[in-house]
């Protein structure tokens, strides 16, 4: 099965699938140029084949994010031979509006963060790429027409304002970061979205807020629960009600995803430079 659209996930999507009643017809973990990738699932629904890769562990959170290892994963899920990707990733909010457990499509990204690598493009002239739009502009219509009539509230834009992590922020940051304009607070589109552009992948991403950011509501310190006491028991509970829909929710919006016809500037963001003669067409050239 040869599946031309992938979800990276958080933590043991498969099962959530396999719940559903899907049994994924493969696993396999990658060896690429970066080190191994995380294991990718292969999936058929209704005659759709896609792949589904957590990012940070198979049953549990065994990776934070800035050990996660994006040039692997994404450089498997390309020689896979996919071309589009849906990140399902869980942010802070730093607004008052986006509230736990509402979905938000984001736009845009503001990186405040100082992990690495940001790049597949070491030590060559390649790579200045224009990142306006950044997310694959067929991708996020598709998927906002897509989650219409969900039991959710979706934002169909947002700013995300990318952070090294594992810490959460200060007071003082998630301030800034609403001055800098910024709606969502999160560790783990950056760099995965850059590098995703640098293999001229389509790439969107479907967030669902689990809190609020440090400050922005008045949440006293308790030691030993989620966060410690940044979401509330409420809160918490309507992020594990978007956490129980996962599936039944990609499932839903995977097929008009896939239907996309890339007609978008994702598969030509490295034109220049084709036509330049800096990269031919074997991708694996250009990078490492
Ligand atoms: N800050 C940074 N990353 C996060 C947060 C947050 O408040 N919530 C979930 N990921």
């Known amino acids: 099965m040869k599946p031309k659209i992938a979800v990276i996930a958080r933590v043991g999507a498969h099962q959530a699938f396999e719940a559903q009643g899907l049994k994924p017809e493969k696993t396999e973990v990658f060896p690429t140029p970066y080190g191994a990738s995380r294991p990718v699932h292969f999936f058929r629904h209704e005659n759709l084949d896609f792949a589904v890769l957590s990012r940070h562990g198979e049953a549990g959170y065994d990776l934070s994010a800035p050990f996660l290892?994006?040039?692997?994963?994404?450089?498997?899920?390309?020689?896979?031979?996919?071309?589009?990707?849906?990140?399902?990733?869980?942010?802070?909010?730093?607004?008052?509006?986006?509230?736990?457990?509402?979905?938000?499509?984001?736009?845009d990204v503001l990186d405040e963060g100082r992990g690495g690598p940001h790049t597949f493009f070491s030590g060559v002239?390649?790579?200045?790429?224009?990142?306006?739009?950044?997310f694959c502009p067929e991708l996020r219509t598709a998927l906002i027409d897509g989650l219409q009539g969900v039991p959710f509230k979706v934002h169909p834009q947002g700013v995300y304002v990318a952070t090294t992590g594992p810490r959460l922020e200060t007071v003082a940051e998630i301030r800034k970061f609403c001055?800098?304009?910024?709606?969502?607070?999160?560790?783990?589109?950056?760099?995965?979205?850059?590098?995703?552009?640098?293999l001229e992948l389509c790439y969107a991403a479907l967030t669902y807020v689990v809190n609020y950011g440090e400050g922005l509501l008045d949440r006293p310190y308790q030691p030993g629960v989620l966060f410690e006491g940044l979401a509330t028991?409420?809160?918490?509970?309507?992020?594990?009600?978007?956490?129980?829909?996962?599936?039944?929710?990609?499932?839903?919006?995977?097929?008009?995803?896939?239907a996309t016809t890339r007609a978008c500037p994702c598969p030509r963001l490295l034109e220049r430079y084709r036509l330049r003669g800096d990269i031919g067409e074997d991708w694996r050239t250009w990078v490492k």
Do not use: C
């Open 233 to 258: 028991p409420g809160e918490m509970a309507k992020v594990a009600a978007v956490e129980a829909a996962f599936p039944e929710l990609i499932l839903r919006i995977l097929p008009p995803l896939a």
């Open 69 to 107: 290892n994006p040039r692997a994963n994404l450089y498997a899920l390309k020689a896979l031979g996919v071309d589009k990707i849906l990140a399902w990733v869980a942010p802070g909010s730093l607004q008052e509006e986006m509230a736990p457990g509402d979905l938000v499509v984001p736009h």
């Open 125 to 134: 002239g390649w790579g200045f790429i224009r990142h306006n739009p950044l």
């Open 179 to 198: 001055l800098l304009g910024g709606d969502l607070v999160g560790q783990t589109l950056v760099p995965e979205v850059f590098l995703a552009r640098e």
